[in-house]
Structures are given as structure tokens and as C-alpha cells.
């Protein structure tokens, strides 16, 4: 049975089961596209159906790409992975560590042991939290005032660390910090940035932080499942006005377009003759840069945000420059040293360089780490390696 035969099959039975209100993939090698489907409505109860080339929140799976911008300057030595991060976005020397509470509420908080580095911000070992995978940053957010990071609101950026810099791993702002690390050395907006050197070389031209008219003509509904399993429609929209663009998670984008982005990696920096990125710079991106960390462990303080998640043990995970690296063979999947990652709003993808294999999977509902999905998520990748 062929590829196209088998995943169609699988997906089909998989939206018609209700695991997922809709679905759209897309899957490559370094030669080309190997397999694309969507199927179900953009909204479910809907007529409209998905197509391969329909717009989803791609959530943070925009980390990859907006990291892919910043390596760019690094390359070009305007950038450094290594010096204090505040020598370019100044706010930044202002963050300190959070110790806890006072018995009136009140945040406690000491300076850092070491400065923050670009590279603690894309490995996630900055010590920057998100709101909803922590119950101190929730608790601050409560005592200050200070606003959801989900708003683009600049605000946000004023959360505190959990721990000093390089001693644990936990998910979350720092490549949003990132993103303004790029806009202070490139003098442009990030979706200008990315637009121009990212999204224009590779054709990605259904990507961005704001809908075009052609976007929004083609974009997906948006669905919630509730405790009981029901899955209904929910309005969901990023702001169209943000303060600052989310390079941790405000894209919008197509799994074609994201399979373009993702062979350009398995090609080492370059498609169709158009270089993005250094070969050794992709090699660097790849590499696990926590070896000594436990990654990827998250647990849920929102539940209505996401549920924990956990793609493999701890321990048998690390990071790279903004990917999950799986350190295990997984039987009869991916191999190890593996990139992926994922976006709240159930997308997912991985990328094998291994096994010349790239691939995007999702839909569009809330919780993160969907129960139907996640199972079906694994189902999904034996077929993919046995059909090959």
C-alpha cells in the first residue's frame, strides 16, 4: 500500500472518529514533497473543507523560524550566541530571579548569578517561563498586573526568572526575547525581517504574523474540546494590532509552507538554490545544547490552555537552538537526534535528518497535548516510517 494510500486512510478515519475536528499534513524529503492531505472542515459542522493549503495558527512552531532569523545574524557576526544578551536589548539586565512570596502576596526577587545569554533564550534554560506551564509566573502575573504574553502585549516581557540562567530547562518567552534581539541589531520589525530573508527565498508565501486577504480566505475555524471529549467550534483569532510580534508563537501559516522551511534544514541551509542559513549553522541548530539537562517536561497550570506534556522522558530528551532533540531511537519512528517541536494549538512536526524525512501534522483546538491526538500522533508516525 502506498504512502498516499495508507496516511490517507489514517487521517481520514481519525477526523471521521472525532480524534481531531480537522487535519492537514504534509510530509518531505531533501528532493521534494513525499505526501501533503487535509482532511474534514475548516470548521467543524461547516461545508468549506480542508485543502493542503489551508492557514493555521502555527503557534510556536514560529520559534524554529523566527531562531532561523536570528542565526542568520549570527553568521553575519551581529549577533553572539555567548555575550550577555542585555548588551543589545538593555531591558533585559532588569530581570531578576523570583523566590517567592511574602505573606501579603508580594513578589520576592534577587539579581541573577550570570547574565542571560542568546543561547540560554533559545534553549530555554534562561529561566523565562510561560503563565501557563507555571504556577509562580501565574501567581505573579496576579500580584503585579503584568499582562498574558498570548496578547503580544510588551508587558509581558517583564516576567521574572524561575531559576539563574543555564540550570534548568523550562519552557518558555525567551525567543520572543529573541525576536527583539533581531528587530534591535536589523532595524526591522520581525515579520518584516522574516519576510525578506526567511519567507521570499524559501516562496513561503502563505506565512506571516498578520492575515493577507488570500490567508484569510483559507483559514481554519478554530475548536475546543471539553473535559467530557466534545469537540465545538470557539472563536480564536492573534490581535490584529499587536504591540510587538510573538517570535515565540504568533505566526500564521500553511503545511506547505512549513514543509518548504523544514527541507530547507534537511538540505543544510539551502533550497532550490536559495541559501537560508549556513551548513554549519544548521548543524548547530540541531545539535543538543543541554546535555546534562532533563527538556520538553511540561506541566499545565491552564488547563484550558493545555494539558502536561511530555513527548518522551525527560531524560531522554535535550534541546537544540529552538528544537526538541530526542537523544533514543524511537522504535520504528524517528532517529536519534531527531528535531521537533510543536505549537499550542495541537500542530506538530518533526524533522529526521537521518532518515531524509521531514513532517507537519495538525489541527486546530484547544488544550495543547490533545488526549485523542497525542495517541493518535504515534499511530501516525509508524505508518509514516513503514510506508517508506
Known sequence: MSLQTRLDTLL????????????????????????????GARTLGGSTPMTPDTVVWLASMTKAITTTGVMQLVEQGRLSLDTPASEVVPQLADTQVLTGFDAG????????????????????????????????????MEATGMPSILGCAKGALAAPLLFDPGERWEYGIGIDWGGLMLEA???QTLGAYLAENVFKPLSMHSTGFQLSEQMQARVSG????????????????????????????????????YLRFMRMLL???????????????VKEMLRDQCPTLACGHMRSVAPALSHDACFFPPEDCGWGLSFLINRKDIPGGRAAGSA????????????????????????????FFDPKMVPFLKTFEQEVYAAR
Open 12 to 39: 481520514a478515519r481519525a477526523v471521521a472518529n472525532g480524534d481531531m475536528p480537522n487535519v492537514v499534513c504534509a510530509i518531505g524529503s531533501r528532493d521534494g514533497t513525499l505526501y501533503e492531505g487535509a482532511f
Open 340 to 367: 521537533a517541536w510543536a505549537g499550542l494549538s495541537n500542530v506538530y512536526y518533526w524533522l529526521d535528518s537521518a532518515s531524509n524525512l521531514s513532517v507537519m501534522i495538525g489541527t486546530q483546538v484547544l488544550p
Open 267 to 281: 538540505n543544510g541551509g539551502i533550497l532550490e538554490g536559495q541559501r537560508v542559513l549556513q551548513e554549519a549553522t
Open 185 to 187: 541589531v536589523s532595524g
Open 222 to 257: 478554530f475548536h475546543a474540546r471539553s473535559p467530557g471529549g466534545e469537540l465545538s467550534p470557539m472563536p480564536f483569532a492573534m490581535p490584529a494590532e499587536p504591540e510587538f510580534e510573538m517570535g515565540g508563537g504568533a505566526l500564521y501559516g500553511t503545511a506547505q509552507d
Open 105 to 140: 502576596g508580594k513578589p520576592q526577587l534577587r539579581a541573577p548569578k550570570r547574565a542571560i545569554t542568546l543561547r540560554h533564550l533559545l534553549t530555554h534554560s534562561s529561566g523565562l517561563g510561560y503563565e501557563f506551564s507555571s504556577a509562580a509566573i501565574a501567581q505573579y
